[in-house]
């Protein structure tokens, strides 16, 4: 089946500084992909959706300076998390969907924790 | 806008009882309707996914069945066991590539 590998599965990072997360589809083409943000005990919060080799359409509310996201190819997706502070740590999460209209598949999930 | 609603939001079941998840939808107008598991700290596993013009999936204990003019879908899940606790999410799009709408999801703990 699909897979979406999704890396790092955890990182802390000091305050001020960036962290990027990478999202690959090992076997099939991604031309969606979304990046989720969870809290803890909460449900998924969609963050943006990019298609490859467009920009990032962002939802309300985030910020597209803070996280940069690039889709270059058809199996690489990118979150960075720029100049980030404390209440940037969260659960993220990324969802590929390939052609065809198939189901959404998800990476592993990021923990990512600022100090 | 679309909102999607899970209920109950925690159910703690004794081993071998079957359960009942239920998910809630304001807008009938859907592509798909996919059923997720969550582990805690993990990413999300799909279980089952309803196309619009579908009325239920099956897959070994799990079935969910899909009543998309009242918006309501339902997953079962026979025989529960231990391995089954996890969190449950059901979502929704509205066309083909577009964003999910999740559900709030179902804690679920299965007690030997």
């Known amino acids: 089946g699909a897979v979406v590998s999704q890396h790092p599965s955890r990182v802390i990072c000091k305050s001020g500084t960036s962290v990027k997360i990478e999202c690959r589809s090992l076997d099939f083409q991604a031309t969606t992909m979304f990046w989720y943000r969870q809290f803890p005990k909460q449900s998924l919060m969609l963050m943006a959706t990019s298609n490859e080799g467009s920009k990032a359409t962002y939802e309300q509310g985030v910020e597209k300076d803070k996280f940069l996201i690039n889709h270059a190819s058809l199996t690489l997706s990118t979150l960075t998390v720029t100049s980030a502070h404390p209440e940037d740590s969260s659960f993220y999460i990324c969802?590929?969907?390939?052609?065809?209209?198939?189901?959404?598949?998800f990476g592993s999930g990021t923990r990512l924790t600022v100090v | 806008k679309q909102e999607v609603t899970q209920i109950p939001a925690a159910l703690s079941v004794p081993e071998g009882e079957n359960l009942v998840l239920n998910c809630s939808f304001t807008?009938?107008?859907?592509?798909?309707l996919q059923w997720f598991r969550q582990d805690p700290g993990k990413g999300l596993t799909s279980l089952l996914l309803?196309?619009?013009?579908?009325r239920e999936q099956t897959s070994g204990r799990l079935n969910a069945s899909l009543d998309k003019s009242s918006g309501r879908s339902t997953l079962y899940i026979a025989a529960s066991q231990p391995g089954d606790s996890a969190t449950y999410l059901c979502?929704?799009?509205?066309?083909?590539?577009?964003?999910?709408?999740f559900g709030g999801g179902t804690r679920v703990l299965v007690k030997p």
């Open positions: 309803i196309q619009s013009s579908q």
């Open positions: 969802s590929a969907r390939g052609q065809g209209g198939s189901g959404y598949t």
């Open positions: 979502a929704v799009d509205k066309a083909a590539g577009n964003k999910l709408t």
């Open positions: 807008d009938s107008a859907i592509y798909n």
